[in-house]
Every structure is written in structure tokens, then in C-alpha cells.
């Protein structure tokens, strides 16, 4: 009997060390998830719990930071980062890369991506790697994408006396239907609006692509919004704020909200620009709103195109375990992630042979066959090595409000945009 019980204590304490052994050599890594990444907290759990059953060296540990007071998780993010307390891998959106390059907050994986095989212009499309890369160096991999078309609603169509089966297919068709969709009621106030070129997420950037305007030219290190296209795109976008009263247009938009109190949703709005993903609002909310989705409109000399963008993952300065990081990242932007995801979130990978699911394609009724043939056509922000993306963006916001409050003319004001851009990226030209 002594000789039983000693084998069995060994044998216990054979398994209790090996158990030891294994938690030790099990890494522990932080994923930090922002507020509007487009993962959703149900979806999040369920991938990492099956990237850790599947990955018995790594353990992820997920934590979603939501907006600070000011509005802005990725706040919380660069104040961990500089901090010294960085997570070992977050989601970033990329039109915030470079100017987090340029601090020092994040890491090339250059390294890690060609160890691994991966083909970034094979594997991804091209809109999601660009902003992705800075001066030669890879920070980071791409995740889910989304883009923007012309929803317009059928049932207003009808009733202004437009073939609900034909959306515009020009500006200048585009200003017909949404005057014709325009109804005031016995006040002189709108009951219905036809079009608001800056309602929905649809920018200044976006108009320049479609009036064939290109937004930095690398070589001179310069950006050129202030030049003819942009011009003519904002000079189209305040013509709306003259013939329909910036006012009115404004005080009619933020008279409805979200969710089931969007205005299209309730049939005040006849076409918004707006993104894939409020499919999903629509069919929650609205599940029989008549509606249609049709790639919008080029301007005159312009062409078909659409913002692409998404999110895209990193792996911040400080990172305890960047290997490991990494690891989990190959595997959050490849075919397990993305299907997953995008089917159950209503976005569409980067992957391209994720996207060849055709499940993506007949998702919405068949709608979201219409954004995802705009990928291949797709314009990025920010464009390849521009170090200013953001101050970009908030001075084009600015220049869009100048001239709608008539302050300033459009050219003036993207001269404007265009000098203090420039003397902020003079120091870091590309390549």
C-alpha cells in the first residue's frame, strides 16, 4: 500500500508541475478595443475565446475603452502609451498612424509580416493597405472595411414622380431629383428634403475623388485641395446651402436623431450618402423601409469611386510581448476574424479572398453587392506617407463651414487649408 500511495504522489505532483509549466509558459497579452471600431462586444468575446482555445501559448485578454468626456477613446490609448502601461496590441483607425509614427506611440511589424509570408497587395486590397504603411515601414494590418454609396428611398421617389428603379446617375440628375423630392408644407417649412451634400458620413474628401481632384501630390510633399476639382466640389456642395437656406437644411437635420428617428428612416430624407453599415440601422429599425443603395453620382470631368476605410490593428511602443502581439494579430486579420465578423457585424473584410465569400455579396437583399464593387475603385485616406492627416481633416471640416456660412469663398478657403497643411508637413517629406 506504501509503495501504491508513494507512486500516486508522484504522479500528482508530476501533473501539478506540469500543470505550473504550462500556465507559466502561457503569455498573457492586452487587446484594447476602441469604441466605434465596429466590434461589437458579443462578436469580440466570441473570437477571442476562440483565439485562446485555439492557441494554448497565448492568452488574450480583451478590454474595450470607451470615450473620454471629450468624445475620444483613442485619448485613453496614447495616454496609456506615453504612460509606460501600453496594451500589447490595439485597433487604430489609419488615418491616425502616421501622426502616432511621427510621436513615437507605435512599432514597425515589417519584420514580423515578412517572416510570416504575408503579401500585403496580394492578400488585402489596395485602399486598406496604403494608409498602412509610412516611409517603407508596415505598422499595422487591416481589419473589416467599409465604404459609402447613394441610398435613396423609393417610396418618396414615387411620390415626386421618379422611377424608383433608376437613381441618379449624374450630378446634374442628382440636383433634378432632389428638388423634385423637396416638399414644403403651408409655412414655407420642409417637410421633406431631397438631398443634404454634407448629411451622413460623406465629406469634402469624398466630392474631391468624384470631381476627379487628388488631394497630395508626394513629390512636391504638398497637399492640393485648394485646386480646380475641390474648388468645383465645394463650390456644388454650398450651392445647396444658397438655393435651400444652410439654416433651414441645418435646422431640419438636427431635428431627428438615430437609430429609428433617422430622418431617412422615416421618410424625410429622399438620398443620403452614407456608409454600408446603416444597412444594419435600416434593418433593425425600419426592416420594410423601402430603399435602394447606387454608387454615387461622378461630377463633371470626374469619376465613379468611393471612400474605403475600416479600422486596422497595431502594435503600440512598450509592448511586453510584440511577438505574441503579432501572432494574434495574423490571425485576427486573416479568414477566421474577417467571415466571422464581418457576417455577423454587417461589414466586408479587407481579406480578398474573405470577401469572395458570396455570402458578403447577398447580405442586405443583394445591396451590399454595391459597395463591395466599389472596392476596386476605391480612394484612400490618408494617402501613402502624408504626415498630417488629421489636421487635414479638421481644417477641410473648417473650410466646408466657412463657405456654408458664407465667410469665405471655396477657393479662399481651401488656400487657406492648403497653407497651414503645407507648412505642417514641410518637415516630413515621404520616402
Not at 129 to 148: C, F, N, T, W
Request: glycine share 8%.
Amino acid at each position: 500500500m506504501r509503495k501504491i500511495y508513494l507512486v500516486w504522489l508522484l504522479v500528482g505532483m508530476f501533473v501539478i508541475t506540469s500543470t505550473l509549466i504550462a500556465s507559466a509558459e502561457k503569455v498573457a497579452i492586452d487587446y484594447w478595443i476602441q469604441h466605434g471600431s465596429g466590434m461589437h462586444a458579443s462578436i469580440a468575446d466570441k473570437l477571442i475565446n476562440e483565439f485562446n482555445r485555439t492557441h494554448p501559448d497565448i492568452k488574450v485578454n480583451l478590454l474595450r475603452i470607451t470615450e473620454t468626456i471629450a468624445g475620444d477613446p483613442s485619448e485613453k490609448l496614447i495616454i496609456a502609451i506615453a504612460g509606460g502601461t501600453p496594451p500589447d496590441v490595439a485597433d487604430l483607425a489609419p488615418d491616425r498612424l502616421v501622426e502616432w509614427v511621427i510621436k513615437g506611440a507605435t512599432q514597425p511589424i515589417t519584420e514580423f509580416v515578412e517572416k510570416a509570408g504575408i503579401d500585403l497587395e496580394r492578400d488585402f486590397f489596395e485602399f486598406a493597405v496604403e494608409p498602412l504603411i509610412y516611409k517603407g515601414e508596415v505598422y499595422e494590418l487591416p481589419l473589416h472595411s467599409d465604404a459609402r454609396a447613394l441610398y435613396y428611398n423609393k417610396k418618396l421617389f414615387r411620390e415626386a414622380g421618379l422611377d424608383p428603379n433608376k437613381p441618379p446617375k449624374t450630378i446634374t440628375e442628382l440636383d433634378e431629383y432632389a428638388e423634385k423630392l423637396t416638399v414644403k408644407d403651408s409655412t414655407g417649412r420642409y417637410k421633406v428634403i431631397g438631398f443634404i451634400p454634407w448629411y451622413g458620413c460623406v465629406f469634402l474628401l469624398n466630392y474631391g475623388w468624384r470631381w476627379g481632384g487628388e488631394i497630395y501630390d508626394p513629390e512636391a510633399n504638398k497637399v492640393t485641395i485648394n485646386e480646380e476639382p475641390y474648388v468645383r466640389a465645394l463650390t456644388w456642395m454650398n450651392s445647396y446651402a444658397e438655393k435651400y437656406g444652410v439654416t433651414a437644411m441645418r435646422s431640419f437635420s438636427t431635428a431627428f436623431g438615430s437609430g429609428a428617428m433617422n430622418p431617412f428612416i422615416i421618410d424625410k430624407l429622399g438620398m443620403v450618402a452614407d456608409g454600408n453599415w446603416s444597412m444594419g440601422t435600416y434593418q433593425k429599425y425600419a426592416p420594410n423601409l423601402d430603399y435602394d443603395v447606387a454608387p454615387f453620382p461622378p461630377g463633371s470631368g470626374g469619376k465613379v469611386t468611393t471612400w474605403a476605410s475600416g479600422w486596422a490593428i497595431f502594435i503600440p511602443k512598450g509592448s511586453e510581448h510584440p511577438e505574441e502581439a503579432f501572432e494574434f494579430m495574423k490571425w485576427i486579420s486573416g479568414p477566421d476574424y474577417q467571415t466571422t465578423f464581418c457576417l455577423e457585424g454587417g461589414m466586408f473584410p479587407s481579406n480578398k479572398e474573405v470577401a469572395a465569400d458570396p455570402r458578403f455579396r447577398e447580405a442586405f437583399g443583394g445591396r451590399q453587392a454595391v459597395f463591395m464593387d466599389l472596392l476596386p475603385v476605391a480612394s484612400a485616406y490618408p494617402p501613402k506617407d502624408f504626415a498630417a492627416p488629421m489636421l487635414l481633416w479638421d481644417e477641410m471640416i473648417a473650410a466646408r463651414d466657412y463657405v456654408l456660412e458664407g465667410m469665405k469663398t471655396p477657393k479662399q478657403a481651401l488656400d487657406d487649408v492648403a497653407e497651414k497643411v503645407n507648412a505642417a508637413i514641410a518637415p516630413y517629406p515621404p520616402g
